[in-house]
């Protein structure tokens, strides 16, 4: 649905976040500790 963060999410997990940007929270990928050189050998996304 409209609103609900999907994007947010998205450009969280990609690292394409203002520099600005602050979040808190841990972030994880299957259950281990995130590593984004990881994410990106599994996936990706283009915006539409």
Do not use: H
């Not at 999907?6 to 259950?31: H, I, Q, W, Y």
Request: proline share 4%; with cysteine.
């Amino acid at each position: 649905p409209s609103g609900s963060g999907k994007s947010t999410l998205l450009n969280t997990l990609a690292c394409r976040l203002d520099v600005n940007t602050t979040f808190t929270g841990e972030m994880r990928l299957n259950g281990a500790p995130y590593d984004n050189a990881e994410l990106k050998r599994i996936a990706g996304y283009v915006m539409q």
